[in-house]
């Protein structure tokens, strides 16, 4: 995810202060990405050097200054708006790893590995569940999607697991 465009974003509607923009990022990302200020107030500059972004004004008294998004920051943004995402796996899945390992170590600890597993995602599931339960979409959208997104993950990893456990089965590995 792109920080230099997320920043943007939160401009588009209104001029902000750094500080500022970093709050409201943790808010409208139901705080899944808690961000550095001083990484704010670095993509910021470089926004301002590359005509995305602008000082609207300096505050005499405290010294804040005031970023609005300037025109080529809004094409910049129509543009990553319009850009679908690359679906990338994540640099490594510990996960995946330590299965292939285990079957390679051949010590039967790939079934017990995959059952732990398991459970330890099935218990994620229900702290899931239960956040979901107590969220109110019309107040709570962002975590209530940030949830969903969560929990589909934990699904798919229950899903792989099974699929991991169907395969040893069927060539009687434990």
Same mark, same amino acid.
């Given at each position: 995810?792109?920080?230099?465009?997320?920043?943007?974003?939160?401009?588009? +509607? $209104?001029? %902000?202060?750094?500080?500022?923009?970093?709050?409201?990022? !943790? @808010?409208? =990302? /139901?705080?899944?990405?808690?961000?550095?200020?001083?990484?704010?107030?670095?993509?910021?500059?470089?926004?301002?050097?590359?005509?995305?972004?602008?000082?609207?004004?300096?505050?005499?008294? +405290? $010294?804040? %200054?005031?970023?609005?998004?300037?025109?080529?920051?809004? !094409? @910049?943004? =129509? /543009?990553?708006?319009?850009?679908?995402?690359?679906?990338?796996?994540?640099?490594?899945?510990?996960?995946?790893?330590?299965?292939?390992?285990?079957?390679?170590?051949?010590?039967?600890?790939?079934?017990?590995?995959?059952?732990?597993?398991?459970?330890?995602?099935?218990?994620?599931?229900?702290?899931?569940?239960?956040?979901?339960?107590?969220?109110?979409?019309?107040?709570?959208?962002?975590?209530?999607?940030?949830?969903?997104?969560?929990?589909?993950?934990?699904?798919?990893?229950?899903?792989?697991?099974?699929?991991?456990?169907?395969?040893?089965?069927?060539?009687?590995?434990?």
């Amino acid at each position: 995810m792109s920080v230099r465009h997320s920043l943007l974003a939160l401009l588009a +509607d $209104e001029p %902000r202060h750094g500080y500022g923009l970093k709050s409201l990022f !943790e @808010a409208s =990302t /139901a705080a899944t990405w808690p961000l550095n200020v001083g990484q704010v107030y670095t993509t910021l500059a470089r926004l301002e050097r590359d005509g995305l972004v602008a000082t609207t004004s300096i505050a005499s008294d +405290d $010294e804040r %200054r005031t970023w609005c998004i300037t025109a080529a920051g809004r !094409e @910049a943004l =129509t /543009a990553w708006f319009a850009e679908p995402v690359a679906h990338t796996p994540p640099p490594r899945d510990e996960l995946a790893i330590k299965v292939l390992l285990a079957i390679a170590a051949d010590a039967g600890v790939v079934t017990p590995l995959l059952e732990r597993q398991r459970a330890a995602a099935m218990q994620r599931l229900q702290e899931l569940t239960r956040h979901l339960a107590k969220a109110d979409p019309n107040k709570d959208l962002p975590w209530v999607l940030v949830i969903e997104a969560l929990r589909l993950d934990v699904e798919a990893q229950v899903r792989w697991i099974d699929l991991v456990a169907q395969h040893l089965r069927e060539r009687g590995v434990d």
